[in-house]
């Protein structure tokens, strides 16, 4: 049986307009939660989970502040509801984590030598033809 999204509150003026994309993401977070774990690492698990949080986070995030496309009543019903990451956007806005994965990446207590996660260090900074994976999220680079 499908998760009933109940709302806090009526959603206000062009709900209508985002509420598709939403719903579409909000499925696929479901099919990601209950997908099959075999032959995983327990963190691998986690990844596809991580990526569409940002994914429904950088949508209303680029609606708002990129494409001026939702009103500010639209966008702080959808961070009140839980839709959109604040913590996240609100790091997006700062110069040098445009493209932040998560956040995880720049906590420091979670590396063993209190610096950022290796998908924020620049590629040309990298070895070159080295492939390189974020443990927490999946992410093979988010620095600017």
């Known amino acids: 049986m499908p998760k009933i999204r109940k709302l806090k509150q009526d959603p206000p003026e062009g709900w209508e307009l985002i509420e598709p994309t939403l719903d579409e993401l909000e499925r696929k977070m479901r099919e990601a939660e ?6 995983k690492r327990r963190v691998e698990a986690l990844w596809p989970i991580f990526k569409i949080h940002h994914q429904k986070s950088r949508y209303i995030f680029d609606l708002y502040h990129k494409r001026k496309a939702i009103s500010k009543n639209l966008y702080d019903f959808c961070i009140a509801e839980g839709l959109a990451d604040k913590n996240i956007i ?40 080295k492939i390189v994976e974020c443990i927490h999220c999946g992410c093979r680079g988010c620095s600017g």
């Open 90 to 129: 609100a790091k997006w806005k700062k110069q040098g984590y445009e493209n932040l994965c998560c956040l995880r990446c720049i906590q420091t207590r979670d590396t063993n030598y209190g610096t950022n996660c290796i998908c924020r260090v620049p590629k040309n900074k990298l070895e070159a033809g």
């Open 34 to 39: 209950t997908d099959s774990h075999e032959g």
